[in-house]
């Protein structure tokens, strides 16, 4: 979990090592290591430049695997040797016969943007990258239908359906990287769940490589298909345990003629829930986006040049900023219903906001958005993040960030050599906080004094640990704070079902 750097093709006791940092539970079965016999077989599967391993015939250096080794975060490493990047089901389904009969655990990996660990190994398993896979297969534009290869990168999709007259149903600050095929596994949300839903709703069809090879083809592109249990529900979100998606089917939506967007700043956290009730009624049909930061994710975002920064007069005795999106059809209707909105805002006996900066072109729009899209990275600029994504009720998002600073200064960390800032932002209509705490370094004092504190926090509003991002690696013990012995238990089942060998991402989700 920490910099660990991985030098050499590891031994048993480097092994060991990076095991004891990277949390991995007991249950995860012995796994066998990759061979060179193994390489040997794949590279009959695929081409050479599509094999990456330390072992003939492929014989690459070990740094050419750091990054694919090693999170976005820099937080969580993995010792793999070989990294296969097939370019069609056929190989996906092969390898997998491979592993399944040698019991090589294996790693999917799409733009490698996930931010709880469940994208890299946890030893030395097989990374099986998808970014060879990216053909657009078919696209609808009179129904919407798009059906692509897994590793499409989110970004190129939107880019292909916009002459079409279409947008993607989900939007988030990783699109330049992540995959669809990683979207789904993740069941990422974003910040156009609020308008589109989740893609629960979104995915009409996958096509999924079972643990031992087996392809099972439910593409299907059909708005309504009620026969029985809906397989590939368990797909979206099961962050690579069960299976590879290598196909997706997807909705996608009519794209607005007009979207606005206007930055309102709050003196005070608890005028945000009256204020989201009022831009609901008042915005209705056109409100695509609600998305809230505090004020200590607004200084990091202009800190690292995420967006232009406010005027300083209309930041002065600001306590948080919410971003509204409209998407409509009509510029001028949308407009007046924006202006509408400010004005009514602006003029009220008791205004909930101090002033509201309204895009006037689409450079400005693009900058009132990197305020808050860009929050992630300008914190990974600042400092090693402990990331804590969490669902509870709106109202008291404030108090748990404020818990946890209190909690952490109590302990004496709230240095500038430990923890620098706690901050919140996040999903207000999904009731999705982005609680973070950056610290000059990760570490295992920090660690402990955050879990299982935070994670108690959220069970005390029978909330959620892991709103958007899954578990991964990071929340494997900490399941039982949202979900219930039962459902634990049946989740087990589940995995034990698909993959009775546990090589499927071991060591992620379910233990
Ligand atoms: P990866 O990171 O490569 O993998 C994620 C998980 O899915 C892993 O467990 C992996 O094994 C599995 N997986 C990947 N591809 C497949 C496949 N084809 N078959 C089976 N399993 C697979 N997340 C949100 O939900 N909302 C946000 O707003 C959001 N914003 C982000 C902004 C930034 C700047 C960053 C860095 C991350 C953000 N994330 C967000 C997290 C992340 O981008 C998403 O989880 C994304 O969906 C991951 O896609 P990926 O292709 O990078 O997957
Ligand atoms: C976001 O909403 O910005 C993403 O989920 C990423 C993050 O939590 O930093
Ligand atoms: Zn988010």
């Known amino acids: 979990m920490f910099d660990v750097l991985v030098r050499s093709v590891p031994s048993r006791t480097s092994l060991r ?200 083809n439910q593409l299907s592109t059909l708005r309504k298909d009620n026969t029985g249990y809906d397989l590939k529900q368990l797909f979206i979100g099961a962050e690579g345990t069960l299976g590879v998606v290598t196909g997706v089917s997807i909705l996608t939506a009519a794209a607005p003629e007009a979207s606005n967007n206007v930055i309102l700043v709050l003196r005070d956290f608890k005028d945000v829930l009256p204020l989201y009730q009022i831009v609901k009624q008042h915005l209705s049909e056109i409100l695509s986006a609600f998305e809230f930061i505090d004020k200590g994710a607004y200084d990091l975002a202009t800190k690292h040049g995420q967006g232009r920064a406010l005027d300083d007069s209309d930041v002065e005795g600001a306590g948080c900023f919410v971003l509204v999106e409209t998407s409509g059809g009509k510029r001028e209707h949308d407009e007046e219903k924006l202006n509408e909105l400010l004005e009514s805002l602006l003029s009220a006996d008791k205004p909930l906001i101090t002033t509201g900066v309204l895009s006037q072109s689409p450079a400005q729009f693009s900058s009132l958005w990197a305020l808050r899209e860009g929050v992630t990275e300008a914190v990974s600029k600042e400092g090693k993040a402990y990331k804590y994504d969490i669902s509870i009720p709106l109202s008291a998002f404030k108090d748990v960030v404020d818990a946890t600073r209190e909690h952490l200064r109590k302990k004496g960390l709230m240095r500038d050599d430990a923890v620098k800032h706690v901050i919140g932002y996040g999903h207000v209509g999904d009731g999705n906080l982005h609680l973070n705490v950056v610290a000059q370094t990760y570490s295992k004092e920090i660690e402990s004094a955050l879990e299982p504190f935070v994670y108690e926090l959220v069970e005390s509003y029978r909330g959620s640990i892991s709103a958007e991002h899954g578990v991964g690696v990071m929340k494997t013990h900490a399941l039982h704070y949202t979900k219930d012995a039962v459902s634990i238990e049946w989740m087990k089942k589940i995995k034990e079902l698909f993959d009775e060998r546990g090589i499927m991402n071991p060591g992620k989700v379910i233990v």
């Open 17 to 216: 090592y990076l095991r004891s940092f990277n949390r991995v539970p007991s249950l995860v079965r012995d796994l066998s290591s990759v061979t060179a016999e193994d390489v040997t077989h794949f590279s009959k599967i695929l081409s050479p430049s599509c094999v990456l391993s330390t072992f003939p015939p492929s014989s690459a250096p070990v740094e050419e695997l750091a990054n694919f080794n090693s999170d976005w975060m820099g937080k969580y490493k993995g010792a793999s040797t070989t990294v296969l990047k097939p370019k069609n089901t056929q190989q996906v389904s092969e390898i997998l016969k491979w592993c399944w009969e040698r019991r090589i655990g294996v790693v999917p990996q799409g733009g490698n943007t996930g931010l709880v660990g469940g994208s890299v190994p946890v030893n030395d398993e097989v990374i099986l990258s998808l970014r060879n896979m990216n053909n657009i297969r078919s696209f609808d534009p009179v129904s919407g239908i798009l059906v692509t290869d897994a590793g499409c990168i989110l970004e190129s999709l939107t880019e292909f359906i916009a002459p079409h007259r279409h947008i993607m149903p989900l939007d988030l600050g990783a699109k330049g990287s992540c995959m669809i095929g990683g979207n789904v596994s993740t069941n990422a949300g974003g910040l156009r769940l609020l308008r589109y839903g989740s893609l629960h709703g979104s995915v009409l069809g996958l096509e999924v490589v079972l643990p031992d090879g087996t392809v099972m």
